[in-house]
Every structure is written in structure tokens, then in C-alpha cells.
């Protein structure tokens, strides 16, 4: 059974939820997606026995030994990433000059290039690592600064947690997703059983919600709402409970604001490991048999 | 710095981590420049999920200019290939030069299509096709909207469709329709990645937004090691101060990192955030806070500050 953790809104305790989630288990693959800001590592400490590059596309550069600046090169880029630049700052010669932030590596300035002027370097920046932590296996990714397909790192990691749980046979994977609604959210949930979305009782949270439920909508899992910190405003999180209601939302339930949370994360540890007797830690055991033994 | 003379800055509002509190410093900030009565534009970056103006309910619609339509809304478009079958001859050709494997063929029955939400709209295949099979349609990726909040100031939204890939184009668009002069705050999306660089990529300064907990300690040191490869001038805001521990100070220490401001841990704030309220209205001592840090942005972008350059 697969289970994504995410959240449209940023910061409303994903990942502490999924780390508590994931200790509440005998053994567990525990898969980090949130590729651009992977934290789970940071409270598990795996010990990782494999790292694989991740290519994430390429970027074009010019040989200025070839290049004949005739600038065709620019009438075909769709990314407004190839202009004629100044030299220096107070050079008057112009020449064609890729923008490494704009380029998308579509390769197609490679083709038009009549001189052959243009060479495509491999992003080779990103990982994906497995390895083993004190609660089963764990598979995280991490995206290099400013590199994209991000959607397919997490399809690397979850492709390598599935083959892990079948070599193993851990019936439990759990996932935690990105925040937002974009590429590598949709490659997170793709798939799974059960989908928790976590939010929070604000304003933003709500409206980030009704978008992010728009999106699971689309999909096949059995999707949660879980309201985290609900004491910061009732009101709100009543609404959001309405809201669930009044759309057939499936309610996991709502947690309260509790600072043990985040000394659990400052001790490397998840709130089950931190404070077992809490009544944060028996509610999160509550929704977790819910949401599991939901038919 | 005196008012009179009029400032032109990009500010970008950024944090690795979500929910930091970047809309809190970017609609907070936003309404404490109003006294400057400079140009003031307020781009809502975050086209995932925008929610800026859920801060600013009494925002008015207002018309883009001709460039953008001269509506209140701009459809963000892109095209993308579509497939005369009657012309194609089914040679391969334009699978091989699409780099994101967006073209499906079957040679063998003859079945040729192209997956939309892998497109890039790069056009390699319109060049690659020798058969004049391919041809263009527009697809909507989102729109962005304006909103005027003052005499001089206004917000600009990016949202993307829902199941959209990437937000990329309508970033790219919001921030091209707020201009280039006066005062421009750039409320980035969250993360490292190619949303978070198309943002930061035209600041002249950056804002990082973060928590003292590992997490956000972890995401910071990320933001920061990007920052550095771009040249970037920046500084740190350190949100819910109290909560956590204290690993963060001395990082930025260590790294002569410029400590932009604390916003303590407090129920009040959280409360007046979760209801969609602004800080500087309700607990006015924020606004000067708010304004210093400012005139110290300005004047690190202006005349530099020895500590944060490389």
C-alpha cells in the first residue's frame, strides 16, 4: 500500500506528519519526493548504500571558436534564452550569448546551428539515494539548484522504493510529497492508494486546499484531509471541515498546535519517537488507523 | 533614504522551504512602501498557488497594458503541435528531435500522437517535420491578473491551471507585465528549482525567508549556495523566532549573512495571518520595522555592503 503525505501550502507539517506516520510501523520504505527541499533525511540519518546521477536535461552552450554570430539561433529559441550580448561592459561587439537560467534544452539551436557551434552539457547535479534507517528503507532525491523535471526524480525514487518493498515485502510505503499542485506533485500521488492532504487553518490553507483537492479529484486514490494546528483558528478550521463535508471529502481528522513537534525534528527525532505518550502522538495513531482501515 | 528621489529595486521574496512565511513579509512589506509613494508593484509569484491577494480583499480589477491584452486578464498561452495525419508519412523524424519525449509513434500501425503535458512547446518538431504535418494550437497554461491597491500600487497575480506541468510561462509572464521602474516585490514560489531562479534571476536583492528549525536550516543553506553561483545580493528573515533552536544564528554568522529580521513565534501574528489580516494594520510598531529593513535593502542594493559581497 502506497500513501502520499502532501499539502498544497507549504509548511503546514507534511513532513512531520509522514516522519510520524512512518515510525508508527514495524518496517517501512519511506520515500522522501519533496526533491527540491528533501528533509527527512535530516531526522532519520539513513545510511545509504546507493547513489545513482540523476540527468535532469541539458543546457546549450556556444563555441566561440565555430560560431560565425550569424544568429539564426535566436529566431528559433522559444525561451527567449539565446540574445546578442556586449563582450564586456564596455566592449561595443556584440555576440550571441546563451542565457543558462533561460535555456531549456530543447536542442533545437544544435539543429539550426549552421556551424555546428553549439554543444548540449548533460545536468548532472541531481541524486537519488537509498539506504537503510532504524525503521525500514528509505529513498530520497535531490534536485540541484535551478533544475527541472523534477517530476521525474520523484518517479526515480518512487520506482526504486516499489522495487525495494517487493524485494522485501513491506506491505507500507509512504511518500512524502512537495508542496504546490505542479509537476512533481502530480508524479508523487500518480498511483497511489491514499492520498493525505495536510493543511492548516488559514485562509491561504483553505484556498491552497480547494486547489490542491481540484487535482487529486483526477485521480483514482482515496484522499484525506487532515487539519494540522487547528487551535491557531477554530473558525477556519471548522470551515474547512464544512467544506470536506459538503464535497464528500473524506475527514482524517485534526490535530492541535503542540511545540513537541518541532523539538521532536530539533532532536532528529518524529513526535511518536519523541513523546509516545502524547496526545498528539495517540491522534496521529488514530488517524493513521482510520485512513488505513477505511473501506 | 529620502523619498524624493525616486527608487527603482526588484525584491524578491524566497524561501527552499514552504510555508516559511514569505506571503506574510511580501503583503506586509508591500503595505508598509505605500508612504514611500513610489511606483509599487506586488507580483505574486507563487503561480501554484497564489494567495497575496487573499490579504487584499478591497483590490480592485484593473486593465493590463496593450501589451498584455489591455484586459484585466491575460490568457498565458503556448503552442503546442498538432498532427496532420493525412500528411504524415509516420519517418520518425520529429520524435527524434523532441527532447521531451512528447511524441508517441507506432510505426508499424501507423499511429503517431503528441502528449501535451510533456510538451515544452520548444518547436523542434514543426523544424524536424519535412512532410508539413505539423502544425500549432494555442493551450492555455494559466492566466495572470491585475489589481490596483492604491494611487500607485498594484498587484499582480500568476496563477496556473490546475494539472498544468509547469508554472514557468506564467511566472515568466507576470513578472514581464509589472514592468521595469519603481519598487517591484517578487513573492517567489517555494523550492530551488526552475520556478524559484526565474524569480530570483531578475531581483536585485532576495529576501530568504526562514525558520530556526533543521528543516529550515537545511532548505536556507540550499537557497544560499544558489544564491551565491547567481551573484545575488541577499539577506535572512528568520520567522517564528523562539521555536526551535539556535544552530541557524550561527550559520549566518559564520557566513556574514546579513539578519534582515526576526518576526518572534507569536499566536497574535499567526492569528491575524490565518484570518487573511496584514501585521503593519493591526500592530502599527511593524510598519517602522518593516520600513528600516527596507532603507537597509535599499542601500545594500545602492551602495553595496562589504559583508555580502563575494
Known sequence: MEIAVISGKGGTGKSSISAAFATLQERVVLADCDVDAANLYLIFD??????????????????????????????????????????????????????????DGCKLCTRVCPANAIIMTDNDKSRMYSGTFRKGYMVYGRLAPGEENSGKLVNIVRDRAKKIADEYKIDITIIDGPPGIGCSVISSITGTDIIVVVTEPTISGLHDLRRTIELTCGFNSTTWVLINKFDLNREISDRIEEYCSQNKILFAGKLSFDARVVEAMVNCKSVIEYAPDSAISKEISQIWEKITHYK | MPATISQKIKIAVASGKGGTGKTLISTNLFHTLYQLDEALVLVDCDAEEPDDLLFYKDASAANFNEQFGGKEIYDVKQSVPVIDESNCIYCGRCREYCSYNAIFLLEGIKTIRVIEDLCHCCGACSYACQSDAITTKERSLGVISRFVTGTNSSIIEARGKVGVYSPVPVIKAAVKAAGDDGIIILDSPPGTSCPFIQTVAIADFVILVTEPTPFGLSDLIQSVETLKTMNKNYGVIINRAGMGDDKIYSYLTQQKIPLLLEIPFDREIASLYSKGELLVKHKPEWRAIFMEMYNTIYSIHRYGNSSNQR
Open chain 1, 46 to 103: 539513513p545510511v545509504n548504500d546507493n547513489e545513482q546521477v540523476y540527468i535532469a536535461g541539458q543546457k546549450a552552450s556556444i563555441d566561440y571558436n565555430l560560431c560565425t554570430n550569424c544568429a539564426l539561433c535566436i529566431d528559433y529559441c522559444s525561451f527567449d534564452a539565446i540574445h546578442l550580448k556586449a563582450t564586456g561592459p564596455t566592449s561595443a561587439l556584440k555576440r550571441v550569448t546563451i542565457d543558462e537560467i533561460s535555456c
